[in-house]
């Protein structure tokens, strides 16, 4: 086996995992054929043909609902540059870093979805990037209550969040951890 080196078990009615798993790995082409069990192979062995094909390469990149503030900074968080080999995984992985980078911004409702369009002979693959951006949120101001004994400028250092900033939840996280830690 060439991708990989990935050990399946399979049987002989059953060769859909290991086509499936060619397949997310950019070989749109590969067949996977299980033969008969012959006697002279042996007991438990089952010999299988592979035929990869030719590996897909990323022809486009398109973007749909991106706002043009956002755009450059979206196309550098996808990371995937024409003619790249294919891979599900690079195309899922370059969704949630675009979910990600809107998080980051205050779009915490972002709705993100990718698309594979393979071509005719399976040579190559448009990648479509949908983005449903919503409502950007904005921190409005900051309250803190129950603090008695901790003074209020080593809560608000702890926090380290500041008014106008897009509400980004891993930070707020964070910030509610450094809380916790002054003790």
């Known amino acids: 086996m060439k991708v990989n080196d990935v050990f399946f078990q ?30 002279e192979v042996g007991p438990g ?19 749909e609902g991106v706002s043009d503030s956002e755009r ?10 024409p003619p790249e080999p294919y ?20 779009f915490n409702g972002v709705q ?9 002979d399976a040579a190559s693959v448009g990648l479509a990037f949908a983005v449903v ?12 209550s ?5 003074r209020e400028g080593i809560v608000d250092r702890a926090l380290r969040l500041h008014v106008g900033q897009p509400v980004n939840l891993e930070e707020w996280s964070l910030a509610r951890k450094r809380l916790f830690d002054t003790n």
């Open 45 to 63: 062995v089952l010999a299988i043909d592979i035929v990869e094909g030719p590996r897909a390469l990323v022809s486009e990149v398109r973007l």
């Open 146 to 150: 129950g603090a008695t004994r901790t």
């Open 133 to 144: 951006e919503g409502p950007r949120q904005v921190l409005r101001e900051v309250v803190t």
């Open 112 to 120: 993100v979805t990718a698309a594979a369009s393979p071509s005719a």
């Open 10 to 39: 399979i049987t002989s009615d059953d060769p859909g995992r290991l086509t499936a798993f060619y397949r997310d790995e950019g070989y749109l082409q590969a067949r996977v054929e299980v033969a008969a069990r012959t006697p």
């Open 72 to 81: 450059p900074l979206v196309e550098r968080g996808i990371d995937i540059a």
């Open 87 to 106: 891979t599900a995984l690079g195309m899922d992985a370059a969704r949630d870093r675009v979910a990600r980078h809107y998080r980051q911004r205050g």
